[in-house]
């Protein structure tokens, strides 16, 4: 199928890439299909584009790439809103921002998908020990010109 997105125009999508959040993403309740495309083979961060909006996307990556020992602490009844009920069946991923030179994710947020369904829900968790801004790692800064004519 063909998805606009406003950064890569028009984009070729494979439906086994979409993923349905039937209540949308906190903020966007009226945008329920998004498409994960990775713009990188190696990459560890993916564009969650809603396939209806073209201006619409999130960068998203898994957050235990950066933060190890992050655990969702999830009730079986949210999982099963999604259609899951075994826990190891779902892939969790949490919305990237850039903060100056930080890349951030938001681990009190995070998005949980049923791999099979590609059904998903964005849950809201109250465990303190994250944050909407939880550092994932530095960005270089960008090199300037060494050499300087007097």
């Known amino acids: 199928m063909i998805i606009g997105t406003s950064r890569f125009g028009p984009l070729e999508v494979d439906e ?10 906190l903020g966007f309740p009226d945008h329920t299909e998004y498409a994960l495309i990775q713009t990188a083979e190696n990459s560890v ?3 969650l584009q809603s396939v209806t ?9 898994d957050p ?3 933060v190890p020992d992050y655990v969702v602490p999830v009730k079986m009844e949210e999982l099963s809103q999604i259609g899951l009920t075994d826990p ?3 892939q969790v991923f949490t919305i990237v921002n850039k903060v100056d030179n930080i890349l951030t994710g938001n681990l009190q947020g995070p998005l949980v998908v ?9 849950l809201v968790l109250s465990d303190r020990r994250y944050s909407t801004r939880h550092p994932l790692m530095n960005l270089s ?3 300037e010109a060494i050499g300087k004519t007097a």
């Open 16 to 25: 086994g890439r979409l993923i349905r959040f039937p209540k949308g993403i």
């Open 45 to 47: 961060f993916y564009w």
């Open 53 to 61: 909006r073209p201006d619409l996307a999130f960068v998203v990556c």
């Open 64 to 66: 235990r790439l950066f």
């Open 88 to 90: 190891s069946a779902a």
């Open 114 to 122: 049923n791999v099979e369904t590609r059904e998903a829900k964005q």
């Open 141 to 143: 800064p960008r090199q």
